[in-house]
């Protein structure tokens, strides 16, 4: 098969592969859809803990594919279904795994990153990822590489439960306008958020963050956003604040900006070789702010996105900018690093 291979920093190589090798309870798809994502570009460039030196691995876990073969062990799976497919399993026995946060596992699996991904003609779906559920049900009537975007919308599902949701009375605050970003608009109107702030330094995100839903969109190379804030909430600040980007000073604004009784959800992780901030600890305090963290989103996260998905309230081709065959993988990894693109898609 063509396969999309990382044999090093900066070294993906489009090249035949081997087709992978399925067991007695394991599941082969045939790749229909796989998404770029911002793990896959810092895989990309050596940057991820779970690509040490030496590794060679197919990256790649946004993803949609149909069976083509199943083990013999196999059961309620059938060839020529189409699933979306959570990513992520956990060892199924530890505390995080058996409250549902298989994402939190000390010993967790994932395809594209511990285990061969999608950036290929076919991919393995293992027996562990299989037993907890990971292979999700797609009508063949979603548009597949719309459905390979469930796996970032459920992240941001996951980061907007843990503000507790997004209520009809909050005046909400995004900050960054990139693929995430749009997706944390996009689903902040579909609960009912009274206004949505986006802030951004490229002009084109701005642009895409209006069309996305944005009711006001603030240039922050030209603009300040507490003054913006302070202006939309009549001197209250946010209610709910998502930084959805790896920024220092959006998360000590995020602090300054919020209502007394906000929500702040930190999306966006820290480069590793910077990880802390100075934040106001006084204002959290006293204005009895919530401050949240998540990382990447569980099994049941994806299963709550695609529900969502399903019932045709969220377009998740909204946040496409194109789409390439897997012959020109290498191109689409430069277009996604293109900053004014929102997510690519290669349809292998």
Not at 26 to 43: F, H, N, P, Y
Not at 81 to 101: K, L, M, Y
Not at 205 to 233: C, K, P, T
């Amino acid at each position: 098969m063509k396969a999309l291979v990382y044999h090093g920093p900066n070294d993906l190589r489009l090249q035949d592969h081997p087709d992978p090798q399925i067991s007695d309870e394991d599941v082969l798809l045939k790749v229909v859809s796989a998404g770029i994502c911002g793990t896959d570009l810092r895989i990309y460039h050596g940057g991820h803990r779970k690509y040490p030196a030496g590794t060679i691995r197919i990256p790649g876990h946004e993803v949609v594919g149909d069976v083509v073969a199943l083990g013999s062990s196999v059961r309620g799976i059938s060839v020529g279904q189409r699933f979306v497919v959570a990513p992520n399993w956990g060892c199924g026995h530890c505390r995080q795994c058996i409250t549902g946060n298989n994402n939190r596992c000390a010993n967790y699996g994932a395809l594209g990153i511990t285990e061969d991904g999608a950036f290929a003609e076919y991919m393995r779906v293992p027996a562990p990822a299989i037993a907890q559920g990971d292979l999700i049900p797609l009508s063949p009537d979603v548009d597949p590489a719309a459905a390979a975007m469930i796996e970032p919308f459920a992240c941001v599902l996951r980061g907007q439960e843990a503000l507790g949701g997004i209520r009809p009375e909050d005046l909400v605050v995004v900050m960054g306008a990139g693929p995430i970003g749009i997706l944390h608009i996009m689903f902040a109107r579909l609960q009912g958020a009274r206004r949505v702030i986006v802030s951004e330094m490229l002009g084109a995100r701005l642009d895409q963050a209006a069309e996305a839903g944005a009711d006001r969109v603030v240039n922050l190379e030209r603009e300040s956003l507490a003054e913006v804030v302070m202006e939309e909430s009549g001197g209250q600040g946010a209610d709910a604040i998502i930084v959805a980007a790896p920024s220092h000073k959006g998360q000590e604004d995020a602090i300054q900006i919020s209502a007394i009784g906000g929500r702040i959800n930190f999306f966006g992780g820290l480069p590793k070789d910077r990880p802390t901030t100075v934040l106001d600890s006084n204002a959290i305090h006293y204005k009895e702010i919530l401050v949240t963290g998540t990382t990447a989103c569980s099994t049941a996260d994806c299963w709550k996105a695609a529900q969502i998905v399903a019932s045709g309230r969220l377009d998740l081709s909204q946040v496409i900018s194109e789409q390439f065959p897997m012959s020109q993988a290498i191109e689409a990894f430069d277009k996604a690093e293109d900053r004014s693109s929102l997510k690519i898609v290669l349809n292998p």
